[in-house]
């Protein structure tokens, strides 16, 4: 059976425990996220060899320039 005692040893343990891991999760952060105008910054640079895709509007694919068809418009091939 529980009495005082033992439930006040839980507690005690229970708030050391929680001290121990507090402490410890102090030293993860060496430096604070950054906020409003770096963050923004930080989202609108793309990562390098990223590219934006565009519907072919002959077949519907997305893709960063043309499509591998002989019929797009954006073939530069299907040009000549």
Known sequence: M????????????????????????????????PVGKARKREAEKAPPGVEDLTECPVCGVYASGACERPDCPRNPRAAA
């Open 2 to 33: 529980l009495s005082l005692p033992k439930l006040l040893v839980l507690l005690a343990v229970g708030g050391l425990v929680f001290g121990i891991l507090a402490l410890a999760g102090r030293g993860r952060r060496k430096s604070p996220r």
